[in-house]
RNA sequence: GCCCGGGUGGUGGAAUGGCAGACACGAAAGACUUAAAAUCUUUUGCCUGCAAAGGCGUGCGGGUUCGACUCCCGCCCUGGGCACCA
């Protein structure tokens, strides 16, 4: 008999397929539609990993079941080849990033086919290509036309011999100073006036918008996290003996007769203003140290907390207390208004500060513990219920209510106003880097930045865009913190639009500028007049389902609904979301359990797996391993246990004929075929697997299997196994010539007889007090007496129960009989 | 520190309120073989027991329920994210 030669029937399907181009996706097709979007790749390694290859598996297979469901499928592909990846891999490996990009983009696909993804090529993208990146500079262009892009003076990493460099790049030495990766030399961080995006102005629509989506509730909460919206006060405070004044914000004004004492962030401007003379030398000191470290580290670091005294206080005008002005690492600049307002009493780290510096601490609050004694050990600090106490016309009333009767009273006094603040800051969209998009905008020579083109100009944009990267050999940035591009002065030397001398901007795009809009590409990627015809998004959008990293939950899905969302206000786009559903994947480990790496050499690659045994052996292993979402190793094991079991499947055909078969292999059919199409729905595909190998084994044991089932079943096994079950479906219907319409992958998904599916008798447990005695045979359609009747005959029931009398009998149809005794 | 996940046999996992461990891997024993590989058969949560049988068991401690891996409360451990990697 013949053998299951994987290399041959691999590479026959594959041109086949992709010859006739049988996965494309349709404009306007009468079927319903589904757009299902995995994330695009960034090419940064020599070829793709089974990592990846994980994460676009499953994803596909789901799009196959779909499309043999009926519907028109939107699975599409492309690179994300701008950024940081693809130029630190050209580095690494001596070449030019066009160069790698080229190289990386021809592997990567060629893998992809080899895996047989169904996938239409003539939708890929490129982020790099200019015909692709022309519209990623207009939509840019949009934001900069409506204010909301601007430079801005933001921190960053600084290397004198390696220019800017972003925070992965920089190390902690040995002995707390930061070095970086590269080379070691000393970094230090300095600001520098770089692109924003004005992204807090779209903080509520962001929050209300997720109402629209059906993300998973985590999903939401990582987004509403991000953003982190707060209701509170501005308070502003007087400074004893100065004009300076200090703003502090707080959501927790009810208890502001218990404060104590002022903490600013270091980077807050007034230090300098109000520092007293004898304290400055120690403030300065401080406040330097501060500032080479990262927010995080400040965070971290809080268990023990520092700060010192600036000689300076301000008067809380409730109380008219005296409270001492401290600078302290653990404020962040960037929260708030860089100021807090220490309440020891009632939060934890004002109370870990105040015990550290002597400052006193006042009761305002009395909990549900009724403890009203003063508060000197941390168990003693409430920070979240209670009653007012020692706060004049507050005392006696709930927190929340003294919280809205103390800001009217602050407000009306005008020390205080209403705020809403929000977490989220303005996004740094620009790099100090080559391998990105140009920022489309001159320098004009009074230093006024110019566009280079009106977007609505379609003429100009026809011969302005896209600004095309030039082509240099010399692509490392320059020490001054500036791009390779700052030395090209034939690129660099231009004119404004009044024909005056000017200058470029050197700065380029982060890679999520491409990554942020790919989606809305793919529906129309050669599209050279807007950046998508919009009765052709009316169609597609929005995608049904987003596959993606779980380290995107946050950022790269709330940056594109962000410009997603202004586009929906300039009337680009047809949807208020981009996205209606969101499900992230898990982490395929390497062998060893430990996170695949280079370095760790434990990466594993799916084109010696694909050589050694077959793409579907590889694609039914990463549906099998285990569910989408999780974290597990890679298991070597399990791919020779799923080619044994293809190597089954592919022998059973010798024993396929006209004949019927039993009725036992019927229904086992249909309980397969229905148990699989729910697991392909709700994407368990390793549940999926098992079904099939359950059907295997009992196929196994006949004798022969009727042509009809065996049809069925190389149909539902296709969207896993796409080439072997191409391979079956032909011989099983004959056909010697090859017509993509006879393709197993265009067919309908079977369908299942319900009464075979379900199993009339059952066997059910009999519990006594939830111990499970005995089992009895029962239809689904008997009623509870007599159930009851046959579980009272059973013996083993009768010996159990002894002399004990049943209180409650209790019969879930089809599932259990609880006898309480 | 804050936020979001996850903890079930030797391993990956199954079961979303109804017989915990489906389906695999691994291991052990056996068959075939000069031998090995491959293949096939059987056993395999733990403990006591020759067996029959019994007891225990889903990170830990409580609770709700006739019934809890599943729901609630409080812990412990662990993975990920924290804004210039994307």
Known sequence: MENYD??????????KWYKDNIYEAVDFS????????????????????????????????????????????????????????????????????????QELGTNYKAAMQDMGYGIDWNREINTSDPKYYKWTQWLFLKFYENG???????????????????????????????????????????????????????AEKLIQGLDDTDFPDYIKTAQKNWIDKKVGINITYNIENSDETVIVFTTRPDTNFGATFIVLAPESDIISKITSAEQKAAVDEYVEKAKNKSDMERIVETKVKTGVFLGAYAINPLTTYKMPIYVADYVLGSVGTGAVVGVPGHDMRDFEFAQKFNIPVIRVVVGKDGDKSDITTASQVNESDGTMINSAFLDGMDIHDA?????????????????????????????????????????????????????????????????ELPYTKDFKPQSD?????????DWLNTTDSEGKPAKRETQTMPTWAGSNWYFIRYIDPKNDEVFADFEKMKYWLPVDKYYGDPGHTTMHLLYSRFWYKFFYDLGLVPTTEPYKYRMTGGLLLGPDGQKMSKSRGNVVEPGTLIEQFGADTVRMTLCFIGPYEDTYPWNENSVKAVHKFINNIYALKAKVNGKESSLETQKMYNKMIKNVTGMAENLKMNTAVSEFMIFVNALKKEENINIEIWKGFTKVLAPFIPFTAEELWQEANGFTEWKKENSVHLQE???????????????????????????????????????????????????????????KFIYVPGKIVNIVA
């Open 148 to 202: 909301l892009a601007e430079p801005k003076e933001m921190p960053v990493w600084w290397c004198p011999e390696l220019g800017n460099l972003a925070d992965e790049e920089v190390l902690t030495a040995a002995d707390g100073g930061k070095v970086s990766e590269r080379g070691g030399y000393k970094v230090e961080k300095k600001m520098y006036k770089q692109w924003v995006l004005k992204m807090p102005m779209y």
């Open 6 to 15: 994987h290399k041959n029937i691999e590479n026959n399907w594959k041109e």
């Open 481 to 489: 913190g500036s791009s390779a591009l700052a030395r090209m002065d």
């Open 30 to 101: 009468p079927k319903p539609k589904k757009y299902i979007l995995a994330e695009l790749p960034y090419p940064s390694g020599r070829a793709l990993h089974i990592g990846h290859a994980m994460r676009y598996t499953v994803p596909e297979v789901y799009s196959r079941y779909l499309r043999m469901k009926g519907f028109n499928v939107l699975f599409p592909m492309g690179w994300d080849a701008f950024g940081l990846p693809t130029e630190g891999y050209a580095i690494k490996a001596n070449k030019t990033p066009q160069e790698v990009i």
């Open 749 to 807: 998904w079977p369908t299942y007889d319900e009464k075979l599916a379900t199993e009339n008798l059952l066997k059910i447990a009999v519990q006594i007090n939830g111990k499970v005695k005995d089992e009895v045979e029962v239809s689904l359609a008997e009623s509870e007496d007599s159930v009851k009747t046959k579980v009272l005959a059973s013996e083993k029931v009768k010996a159990a129960l002894g002399e004990n009398t049943i209180k």
């Open 403 to 467: 919280t809205e009767k103390i800001m009217d009273y602050l407000e009306e006094k005008g020390w205080g106003k209403r705020t809403v603040t929000y977490k989220i800051r303005d996004w740094v969209f620009a790099r100090q880097r080559y391998w990105g998009e140009p920022i489309p905008v001159v320098y004009k020579e009074n230093g006024e930045i110019e566009a280079i083109v009106k977007t609505t100009d379609v003429e100009g944009v026809k011969k302005k865009l896209p600004l």
